[in-house]
Structure formats: C-alpha cells, structure tokens
C-alpha cells in the first residue's frame, strides 16, 4: 500500500462529546497501517493536550492519557497552533509532555509537540495527501 | 423574575454565550458548566466580546468541569465562582426561571 501523508486536524474540545476520541482511534488505526501520519491542534482542539486534567471529576475518559500512546504507534508530528494557544492564554508548559524515540537521531527521546504558527500549519495543510478534521 | 443562565458550550463553538451575556439583567446569574467553563478562563474572559469582569449580575462556573478540563483555579477570571453540583440545584431552586442556553 502507497504511504500517504495524512493530517488529521483537531479543533474539539476533549469532554464536550466524543470527537476528540473519536478522532485518536482513527490516528491510530491509520498509524497500524503504515501512514505518514501529523495531527495538529487548532482553535479548541488545543485544549486536548492540557494537562492536569481529571476526566473522571465530569465522568468521561482520560483523552490526554492515550495521547501518549502515540509515540508508540510511530505518530511523531504532533502540531500545536501557536495563535490558538495564545487566544486562550496558554502556552507550551500548559501541555502533556509528548515523547518518542526519534529513527532519525539514534532513537533517542524527542519531544513530540512543534508549536508552529497559523500561517506556517496553514502551508503545511497544503502539502498533505488528506486532510480530516474532527 | 430573575433568570438563572446556564452555559455549557465553549464560546468558539457556539454564540451561547454573547447572547447570554446580551440579555443578562442584574438580578440575573450566569452559570457556566461543561465545555461552558472555558469561558472563565482570564485570556478568554477578557475578549472584548465577552468582558466578564464588566457583568453586573453573578457568575459561577462549576468547579469538577473546570478540573475535567485541567482548568487551573489561578487561570481563571476572579469574577467567577467556583460551586459544585449541589450548589447548582441549589441555585436553580432560587430563581425564578431558568434560561438553559443553547
């Protein structure tokens, strides 16, 4: 099978319905098949990656805890909307600390997460095979 | 007739929220629960188009939905109070109409 570059584009919030789990098992099956996979986190979606989040206070499934999971299933292109984390305050140390071993550096532990800016992930949109967003 | 409001949603996925903040009167009260505590985040609550300081009638936000969403108390607008779910029910008992936005 060809290997696609495949984005998926985030911009739900995590607890608000079932879109931001919906979207990490479709990630993960599409990386079990061998898919040059990113995901980016726009608009609400950057909420996802918020840490300290305890679910199980409203009832519904930790999210972020299966994000890392991802490094595992080769997912290493995680993109965080610089302009959606400022909009709401936030900045990189108000996130989960993404890892994986990186193939091309030895395999050593390399942060997942690459802050990039609207218009910067808006080029990158442009040179994906697919794009889905949730 | 005091109105009791309630907010559920982020306010970048719906306009619950500005046409809340446009009706709420005096002796009305916002309660913002779910995604709807997103909106007491500081940053967010200082949008020109939301302006939660400059609400003259009472605010809460539930604070189990804040920590769901990893919302730290610190981040959030001062004007807001954090209750629980019994005080909500509470509230809903002492107005006189309740507004669910949606």
């Given at each position: 099978?060809?290997?696609?570059?495949?984005?998926?584009?985030?911009?739900?919030?995590?607890?608000?319905?079932?879109?931001?789990?919906?979207?990490?098992?479709?990630?993960?099956?599409?990386?079990?098949?061998?898919?040059?996979?990113a995901l980016a986190f726009?608009?609400?979606?950057?909420?996802?990656?918020?840490?300290?989040?305890?679910?199980?206070?409203?009832?519904?499934?930790?999210?972020?805890?299966?994000?890392?999971?991802?490094?595992?299933?080769?997912?290493?292109?995680?993109?965080?909307?610089?302009?959606?984390?400022?909009?709401?305050?936030?900045?990189?140390?108000?996130?989960?600390?993404?890892?994986?071993?990186?193939?091309?550096?030895?395999?050593?532990?390399?942060?997942?997460?690459?802050?990039?800016?609207?218009?910067?992930?808006?080029?990158?949109?442009?040179?994906q095979d697919v794009l889905?967003?949730? | 007739?005091?109105?009791?409001?309630?907010?559920?949603?982020?306010?970048?996925?719906?306009?619950?929220?500005?046409?809340?903040?446009?009706?709420?009167?005096?002796?009305?009260?916002?309660?913002?629960?779910?995604?709807?505590?997103?909106?007491?985040?500081?940053?967010?609550?200082?949008?020109?188009?939301?302006?939660?300081?400059?609400?003259?009638?009472?605010?809460?936000?539930?604070?189990?939905?804040?920590?769901?969403?990893?919302?730290?108390?610190?981040?959030?607008?001062?004007?807001?109070?954090?209750?629980?779910?019994?005080?909500?029910?509470?509230?809903?008992?002492?107005?006189?109409?309740?507004?669910?936005?949606?």
């Amino acid at each position: 099978m060809a290997t696609k570059k495949i984005m998926y584009i985030n911009r739900a919030t995590p607890h608000g319905g079932i879109t931001a789990k919906e979207s990490l098992d479709v990630v993960l099956i599409s990386a079990a098949f061998d898919q040059d996979v990113a995901l980016a986190f726009i608009d609400d979606g950057v909420y996802q990656l918020l840490k300290g989040q305890q679910p199980e206070k409203s009832g519904s499934r930790n999210v972020a805890k299966s994000f890392a999971a991802l490094g595992d299933y080769d997912v290493r292109k995680v993109y965080v909307e610089q302009e959606s984390l400022a909009e709401r305050g936030l900045s990189e140390a108000d996130l989960v600390d993404l890892r994986h071993e990186n193939p091309e550096d030895d395999y050593r532990d390399t942060a997942s997460i690459r802050l990039i800016s609207r218009e910067k992930l808006a080029r990158l949109f442009s040179r994906q095979d697919v794009l889905f967003n949730f | 007739m005091a109105i009791l409001h309630t907010i559920n949603q982020s306010p970048d996925a719906g306009d619950q929220l500005r046409a809340c903040l446009s009706r709420a009167m005096p002796d009305s009260a916002v309660i913002l629960y779910e995604d709807g505590v997103y909106a007491a985040l500081d940053k967010i609550a200082q949008r020109p188009n939301i302006e939660l300081q400059k609400l003259d009638c009472k605010l809460y936000a539930v604070r189990d939905d804040c920590e769901a969403r990893g919302l730290q108390e610190t981040a959030l607008c001062k004007k807001v109070k954090l209750i629980d779910y019994p005080e909500f029910v509470e509230l809903v008992t002492r107005y006189d109409v309740v507004q669910a936005w949606s």
